[in-house]
């Protein structure tokens, strides 16, 4: 991201972006509003957004009932300042003038409701350190 960009762009990946990627879109979305432009797509996308995270999110009043997961591609990857993967950064080649995370988060397949919770609210702490880390510098905020 450069000096010159206004809104940062931001990929989450995760392998079905069916869950972990989908909530950590939503909750940036939901923190950032405007001021950044969130994707989130997979490798290999399930059919629909995992039903337990669907349940989870509305939980904390986020709709993810209406997303579908989506199809990672090269120029989402490309045209991202910021590339988060959950525990599989080997799937995606990030330029070195990007920047790039990985989180190590579980996967919410096959988890129970309480364990998709917690990944939710690890999720949530990650997504707000990151909002943070966005914010552009008083003195670039004033220009």
């Known amino acids: 991201m450069s000096e010159t960009d206004s809104q ?13 990627s989908q909530i ?18 997979g490798p290999a996308p399930g059919e629909r957004v995992n039903p337990l ?3 989870v999110m509305a ?8 997303r579908t997961p989506r199809q990672l591609t090269d120029d989402a990857v490309q045209s ?3 590339v988060v993967t ?5 799937t995606v080649s ?6 790039h995370e990985d989180w190590p988060v579980e996967d919410v397949a096959g988890k129970n409701l309480d364990a998709v919770r917690a990944i939710r609210d690890d999720i949530r702490v990650r997504v707000e350190q990151l909002a943070l880390a966005l914010r552009p510098a008083p003195e670039q905020a004033e220009k």
């Open 86 to 90: 959950t525990s599989g950064a080997d």
């Open 53 to 55: 995270v669907v349940q």
């Open 8 to 20: 940062p762009s931001v990929l989450f990946v995760c392998a079905h972006n069916a869950g972990r």
């Open 24 to 41: 950590a879109a939503a909750f940036l979305e939901e923190l950032a509003g405007d001021a950044v432009s969130v994707q989130s797509a």
């Open 94 to 99: 990030v330029a070195s003038a990007q920047r």
């Open 59 to 66: 939980e904390v009043g986020i709709d993810l009932s209406r």
């Open 80 to 82: 991202s300042a910021v």
